[in-house]
């Protein structure tokens, strides 16, 4: 029994940690996307900001209609390699924005980060896999917690970056994504 609870905390660390360095390397690049957008265009920032809503809509588009896709097949293949795929998916993203000098691949990687970035929805689903019903509202709780924890430190981190270079926050929050993934 102890061996099983220790087992728990394990993975419950290792769930809450993936969940906030998600979100933080999510929230790092919110402040430097416009001006990113801006670098690539050479367009002004009354038209990035256009450009920025649609590409915020393209992401939750993206995320919206493949989450239940990606939470059926993370009940059928475990959650773990989507949990991976996710974290893969961010950091993909993250490279193409940074390295990228045309719209159409910024839609692109942001697509791929919508359609791979449900780890938030997989990491709930691994919760409620691995605990009692009487500790799982405290559990998501705890997993909200660290939700907000990653987005509120991570456009600080990346404001802070990104005053250095508009593509630091980019860079960190893909070595991010990939040590998480490791």
Not at 18 to 39: A, C, E, R, W
């Amino acid at each position: 029994m102890n061996l099983e609870k220790t087992s728990k905390a394990k993975a419950l660390r290792f769930i809450y940690g993936l969940v906030f360095i998600d979100l933080m390397s999510l929230g790092m690049i919110v402040p430097v996307v416009q001006p990113l957008i801006q670098k690539i265009t050479g367009q002004t920032p009354d038209n990035i900001i256009i450009l920025n809503g649609a590409l915020l809509a393209f992401y939750g588009l993206a995320g919206f209609l493949f989450a239940p896709l990606m939470g059926a097949l993370s009940d059928r293949f475990g959650r773990r390699p989507f949990l991976l795929l996710a974290m893969a998916g961010l950091a993909i993203d993250h490279i193409f924005l940074v390295s990228t000098s045309s719209v159409f691949w910024v839609f692109f990687a942001r697509g791929v980060a919508g359609i791979c970035g449900e780890s938030y929805g997989v990491a709930m689903a691994y919760v409620a896999d691995i605990t009692d019903a009487s500790e799982r509202t405290k559990e998501y709780g705890r997993l909200g917690m660290m939700w907000a924890l990653g987005f509120i430190f991570g456009p600080a981190v990346g404001g802070l970056l990104g005053d250095v270079d508009v593509r630091l926050p980019f860079y960190f929050a893909a070595a991010l994504c990939v040590c998480n993934l490791i």
